[in-house]
């Protein structure tokens, strides 16, 4: 998870006011308390702090992350937020979650059939959280997702309607 921390360039060069003056995500360094700010990131290399370059890989210290995407403090980090969960998704299946909340609160950019299987795949890997926004999603737009019952284990899981191709049941793993 690489990261653009703000008053740096991509490469490192420290930058003028306005790239410093950005709208990233704020979170606290666990060892040294100082502030790392998160602009953009993806998943090659581990956040680290400036101060102590202590690496942000920890489960507490993503979940850290997430809940500050989860709540930002202003609207101009929201693009921010969602690219940060956007790519966290793919291997901390919270992020999905964070995603569902973050779209109660603003317009994401993002499409909701993305939303659907960032969501999809948190609730998939366990993340209770993914079931409260998947239920809101088919009580919103019930045409396209549906939450129906597997015939083979009885438990509830969340299909997209449009696609009635057989759907596999992430507990008991049959096709119905």
Not at 18 to 42: H, L, Q, Y
Not at 70 to 94: G, H
Request: with cysteine; charged share 20%.
């Amino acid at each position: 998870m690489s990261v653009l921390r703000g008053g740096m360039k991509p490469n490192g060069k420290t930058s003028t006011k306005k790239w410093s003056t950005g709208s990233g995500i704020s979170v606290k360094c666990p060892k040294c308390d100082a502030n790392i700010v998160i602009v953009n990131m993806n998943s090659q290399e581990a956040i680290r702090c400036s101060k102590c370059h202590y690496p942000m890989i920890r489960n507490a210290d993503l979940l850290s992350i997430v809940d500050a995407c989860r709540k930002p403090s202003n609207p101009n980090q929201v693009d921010c937020a969602v690219s940060i969960l956007r790519c966290m998704a793919d291997y901390f299946p919270e992020a999905g979650t964070a995603l569902g909340a973050l779209a109660n609160q603003y317009p994401l950019p993002m499409s909701e059939s993305e939303r659907w299987e960032k969501l999809s795949a948190a609730y998939a890997a366990g993340v209770e959280d993914a079931r409260e926004w998947l239920v809101l999603m088919c009580q919103t737009n019930s045409e396209t997702y549906a939450q129906r019952t597997c015939k083979n284990c009885g438990a509830i899981k969340y299909t997209k309607t449009k696609f009635s191709e057989k759907n596999l049941c992430i507990f008991c793993q049959s096709e119905d």
